[in-house]
């Protein structure tokens, strides 16, 4: 089934030049039943990319613009008075589909932030006395700009815990810069066919759940995570003044099925600690709470990751 994942990224590449590490985060939140975040500066082929994607997957595509003004049934939906007939009906919201872009989720004010985030762990809407359940799989892939600072609603931690991945996007290189230009002036994209039905989802899930993961491989992970919140114990006393709380117990469970996941797209039936360094920092990013003195000395997540990732014995 290794193919199909090769076929989904041929698709995808007919519209998307470069970004190969935001399709495979994509891939592996929803090979994982998890959700992503995405944060880069505009015009980075985010919104590009998922809609390519749920092409190539044959599913359902929806995309929310957040906004300070938007409410919670503006995503969920409500409930509508019907004049005619005398009663009520329900009018569904973007929510319910399969792929769901929630752009510039800091935009939007709590309440609409929590609402999103209850039916990303609940996978479910409740209008009125009516509760729906969503077709499976659903996927948000959420975006925020980290350069606007005026309008901005910043999300919680325990909000930003929900997600899976946190991934940071960059520019592309010149070269594919170049070749973006070329094809939009000249207007050349090919089609995308749909190269997988649900039940070849359903498929890949199940292999993905049997890659083999080695115990020493598996305490690795759980030390890598530890160190975040226990950096004294292994020797990282430069960096414990930096962190006020450490990973969450979630990165324990979604880096065991990310790296499965990673394995698998590798075209391998068993995990390295390489798979494990790969998807790291997008599994503990948005994780870790730096205190003050690491954001008055512009001190990043990602250099305390690195930091551990270079501490902790690789078995």
Do not use: C, P
């Given at each position: 089934m290794i193919s199909k994942i090769e076929n989904i990224k041929k698709e995808v590449a007919k519209v998307v030049v470069g970004q190969e590490k935001?399709?495979?985060?994509?891939?592996?939140?929803?090979l994982c039943?998890?959700?992503?975040?995405?944060?880069?500066?505009p015009g980075l082929a985010k919104t590009t990319t998922v809609n390519?994607?749920?092409k190539a997957l044959g599913l359902n595509f929806k995309r929310a613009q957040f906004t300070p003004d938007l409410l919670p049934s503006d995503i969920l939906g409500a409930e509508i008075y019907d004049p005619q007939n005398n009663q009520f009906k329900i009018k569904k919201g973007p929510i319910f589909t399969n792929l769901l872009l929630a752009d510039e989720i800091n935009r939007a004010p709590a309440k609409v932030q929590s609402a999103l985030l209850e039916v990303m762990q609940e996978k479910q809407v409740t209008l009125g006395d009516t509760t729906f359940k969503l077709d499976p799989p659903f996927f948000?892939?959420?975006?925020?700009?980290p350069v606007e600072q005026e309008g901005v609603y910043q999300l919680p931690e325990a909000q930003l815990d929900r997600f899976m991945l946190k991934l940071v996007v960059d520019?592309?290189?010149?070269?594919?810069?170049?070749?973006?230009?070329?094809?939009?002036?000249?207007?050349?994209?090919?089609?995308?066919?749909?190269?997988?039905?649900?039940?070849d989802l359903d498929t890949l899930k199940k292999e993905i759940a049997s890659i083999h993961v080695d115990a020493?491989?598996?305490e690795y992970m759980i030390e890598l995570v530890n160190a975040t919140r226990n950096p004294s114990d292994y020797g990282l006393d430069e960096i414990k003044d930096f962190i006020q709380f450490g990973a969450s117990p979630r990165v324990s469970i979604d880096m065991f099925k990310a790296v499965k996941a990673m394995a698998f797209m590798r075209g391998k039936d068993f995990v390295t600690p390489v798979d494990v360094a790969y998807i790291a920092k997008e599994l503990m990013r948005h994780?870790?709470?730096?205190?003050?003195?690491a954001e008055a000395e512009g001190v990043t997540t990602d250099e305390l990751i690195q930091k551990v990732l270079e501490t902790v014995a690789i078995p």
């Open positions: 935001m399709i495979d985060s994509l891939l592996i939140a929803l039943e998890g959700h992503i975040l995405i944060e880069g500066v390519a994607l749920s948000v892939m959420a975006t925020q700009n520019y592309n290189t010149k070269t594919e810069e170049l070749e973006i230009a070329r094809r939009i002036s000249s207007g050349e994209f090919e089609a995308i066919s749909a190269v997988l039905t649900s039940e020493e491989v598996e994780r870790i709470v730096l205190t003050y003195e």
